[in-house]
């Protein structure tokens, strides 16, 4: 079992930066892939990025450019480092932890992923 609590989320204005952290429990941290989804208010939940295991990356093309996921496998936390953020990025940040494999699209759907977290707000002004 595999417990994740996301925290960094809060109000700023358009073009600010804000750093979500998702700390996990857990001693097999290192072998997760770790992903950041997001859901606006009235919308389906949307993926953001995933850090495989292995330490490759990728994103949605809606944040790619402005947004970055890193992880810390000593600390059981994974980051996402938000820039240049538009009143659309605004919504409940997720973050998720699976070990399934496959296909792209498994992980982009969120089926690979096994847990998750309660999430975070983030809100962008214009």
């Known amino acids: 079992q595999v417990q994740l609590v996301e925290s960094g989320g809060g109000l700023v204005q358009a073009g600010d930066s804000l750093r979500l952290s998702c700390s996990a429990s857990g001693r097999t941290f290192s072998s997760y892939a770790m992903g950041w989804f997001r859901q606006a208010p009235g919308k389906e939940r949307e993926f953001v990025a995933i850090m495989w295991s292995g330490g490759s990356t990728y994103y949605a093309d809606s944040v790619k450019g402005r947004f970055t996921i890193s992880r810390d496998n000593a600390k059981n936390t994974v980051y996402l480092q938000m820039n240049s953020l538009k009143s659309e990025d605004t919504a409940v940040y997720f973050c998720?932890?699976?070990?399934?494999?496959?296909?792209?699209?498994?992980?982009?759907?969120?089926?690979?992923?096994?847990?998750w977290g309660q999430g975070t707000q983030v809100t962008v002004s214009s």
């Open positions: 998720a932890a699976g070990t399934g494999s496959g296909l792209l699209r498994r992980w982009v759907s969120g089926e690979n992923f096994d847990y």
